[in-house]
């Protein structure tokens, strides 16, 4: 028995996805016109407005698979009850944001190009927001942290304010070189390690030494 052929339609929805996802990355959504995706897969604009039929729809369908992403590895927040869990989502979490750095480039501009992005942007950020709070408190619930009440949440939007623009503030520094792809090592690491030394002062021993040996472990992989 043979299995199905994908349908073509399909398939051309799928490649401008990847290319729409590749040029945005590199050059920014605000930068990318329909049109360029299109020459840069030798399509006309009408077969792809036949796909996306508009800019916006073809962005929401880009931030829409981050977003899924994204809250579905947030929701693991709960389980995170010691340092090598945490290594682990913050990693992976920088791992995510990296392959969808457009989102974390623009994020104000894509606000602003529809009502969908401005709601989910918005409610992507409150998850997110969320999910660190959780994860503080179950990292304080097992002690490795040891975190008095009021500084949960401030802890909690540190983190977040560092991961979604993290990647903007590199951007800023060295816009020629900090979002090409074989920055990724670099940019990874760096993000990862960021959020992990907001949480060293407040380990617990010996919690403390072993965020100091992932981090030192960082500044090697980074190098």
């Not at 975190?147 to 060295?174: E, F, I």
Request: aromatic letters at 8%.
């Amino acid at each position: 028995m043979t299995a199905p052929r994908r349908q073509p339609g399909r398939q051309t929805q799928a490649r401008i996805v990847r290319a729409a996802l590749t040029l945005y990355n590199r050059l920014g959504e605000p930068n990318v016109s329909p049109n360029k995706v299109a020459a840069d897969l030798g399509i006309s604009p009408g077969n792809l407005y036949y796909h996306f039929a508009s800019k916006n729809r073809l962005t929401e369908t880009l931030f829409a698979a981050h977003e899924q992403q994204m809250l579905t590895l947030l929701q693991t927040a709960p389980e995170v009850r010691d340092v090598e869990a945490a290594w682990f989502v913050l990693h992976r979490m920088a791992e995510l944001m990296w392959h969808a750095r457009f989102v974390y480039r623009s994020q104000n501009d894509l606000i602003g190009r529809s009502r969908w992005l401005e709601q989910h942007v918005t409610a992507l950020i409150e998850a997110h927001g969320q999910a660190m709070l959780t994860m503080l408190e179950a990292l304080h619930a097992s002690e490795v942290l040891r975190l008095w009440a009021s500084a949960k949440p401030r802890l909690a939007q540190a983190m977040v304010v560092v991961q979604t623009y993290g990647l903007s503030y590199a951007y800023a520094r060295a816009p020629r070189q900090a979002l090409e792809p074989e920055a990724e090592n670099q940019a990874v690491c760096h993000a990862a390690a960021q959020v992990l030394a907001l949480l060293q002062p407040y380990a617990t021993a010996p919690n403390r030494t072993h965020l100091e040996q992932l981090l030192q472990r960082y500044d090697t992989l980074a190098t």
